[in-house]
């Protein structure tokens, strides 16, 4: 597999940067990086009485530990050209779920009865191993680079701007949701964003004058090799149109010109984007469901960030045809635009940085409610670097959802909110 990767690696190279021939290029050099955290967490949810939480109920400490194993390899011609591949391994995948099958011999269809779990709960251990990023690159001084591979576009990635996260776990985008039950908390915009890291060609050029620019394509939002297409169905990568399931995005494109300069020792990034893509056809014809399609992403992104004398403030704002999460809007149905703003402040002196940040968005949330949804995230955390890659963290989060007439899966009417204290360690190599 290697040898076939370092012959692609310079077949693309040469046939796109004009690279001399391989004998002149220098071996590749592989290390290994990455990371590994240990955090107490003390969590307080809402958790209402409904089904599926009638006969149990929620503790609020717990230990959580987490880990990423990354190998990166880098290569260099002797023409100046470098090229290189990132694969990261992470700790990432939870039990399987239930199995209507393996429970009241296939007769039950909701939330598994008290002491009648599935079998299929032996299957996958708690923290199998799964890839994240994984990209090939070949870069030129003078023109740019390439990445191929599993990698975040430009505009939530390579050129992301105004996200303040570099205190404590990251406070709105760090561990907190790892240790809340349920997903309606999550950050529903953020660096990295819920595009996944969808394979994808993402470009970025060389600065110009304080300027530099960047696009990034993918055919549909699976990543790896054969995602969803092993049996085919709604889920497969492929798939053109879709009945009863669920719209996915094909043909995404990415976009963004940011600026980058220094002023009076003021630091300064400012970053403009867009986020689009098509969407795959509903086929549904059944009487008692409406046909319709789901709408592609057309969003706009706006980052603006500044620097100086050991402070960082930052803002980000996008404004689109989305629903929350970067999820597809349904044709006909709902048109109502996401608007999402993030901001952020961080300050370091020494070994310490303290910072905080916050998130607001409004959705079109259930897209048969009148009523939009609100989410509104804060965070204030530190961390305190006591040796090089070693450093201990601590943070507040407090996150809620709400949505009148919705009850949003917490069996607690329309609104939840979650509250995270988090203390640990970490340490990155």
Same mark, same amino acid.
């Given at each position: 597999m290697r040898k076939i990767l370092l012959a692609t690696t310079a077949v693309v190279a040469t046939a796109v940067l004009g690279i001399a021939d391989a004998s002149a290029q220098q071996a590749p050099t592989v290390r290994v990086g990455g990371y590994f955290r240990f955090n107490y967490a003390f969590t307080d949810q809402d958790q209402g009485a409904g089904a599926s939480r009638s006969t149990t109920s929620l503790g609020k400490s717990d230990f959580a530990s987490d880990a990423e194993i990354h190998v990166i390899v880098e290569g260099k011609a002797a023409n100046g050209i470098s090229y290189g591949a990132t694969i990261e391994v992470q700790t990432d995948q939870n039990r399987a779920a239930y199995s209507t099958s393996t429970i009241n011999g296939g007769s039950f269809t909701g939330a598994a009865p008290a002491g009648q779990l599935s079998a299929n709960q032996a299957v996958a251990t708690k923290t199998a191993l799964d890839t994240d990023e994984m990209y090939v690159?070949? !870069? !030129?001084?003078?023109?740019?680079?390439?990445?191929?591979?599993?990698?975040?576009?430009?505009?939530?990635?390579a050129l992301a701007n105004g996200f303040i996260t570099n205190f404590g776990t990251g406070g709105v985008d760090g561990d907190a949701w790892d240790n809340v039950v349920g997903s309606n908390y999550r950050p529903a915009f953020i660096a990295g964003g819920y595009l996944n890291d969808s394979t994808k060609i993402v470009y970025t050029s060389p600065q110009f004058f304080g300027f530099d620019f960047g696009a990034s394509f993918g055919f549909n939002d699976g990543e790896g090799e054969d995602s969803g297409c092993e049996i085919f169905g709604t889920n497969c990568d492929r798939a053109? !149109?879709?009945?009863?399931? !669920?719209?996915?995005?094909?043909?995404e494109v990415q976009a963004a010109l940011r600026y980058r300069g220094s002023f009076a020792g003021v630091g300064l990034a400012a970053t403009a984007g867009f986020i689009g893509s098509d969407a795959t056809k509903n086929t549904n014809v059944a009487p008692a469901t409406p046909v319709g399609s789901a709408n592609g992403l057309a969003v706009g992104v706006f980052g603006l960030q500044a620097t100086a004398y050991g402070a960082t403030v930052g803002a980000n704002y996008a404004i689109g045809q989305s629903n929350a999460g970067l999820s597809l809007l349904q044709d006909g149905v709902d048109d109502r635009a996401l608007n999402n703003l993030f901001v952020g402040a961080s300050y370091t002196i020494q070994a310490l940085t303290i910072g905080a940040n916050a998130n607001w968005q409004t959705s079109a949330g259930n897209v048969n409610n009148p009523a939009a949804r609100k989410d509104q995230i804060w965070s204030v955390g530190a961390n305190y670097a006591l040796a090089p890659g070693l450093a201990l963290v601590a943070e507040y989060t407090s996150g809620s959802t709400k949505e009148a007439g919705v009850d949003r899966g917490q069996g607690v009417g329309n609104k939840t909110e979650a509250n995270v204290f988090i203390t640990g360690i970490r340490m990155a190599f």
């Open positions: 690159w070949v !870069s !030129s001084p003078t023109a740019g680079q390439l990445r191929f591979g599993d990698e975040d576009g430009v505009v939530l990635g053109g !149109s879709y009945a009863y399931g !669920s719209a996915r995005r094909k043909n």
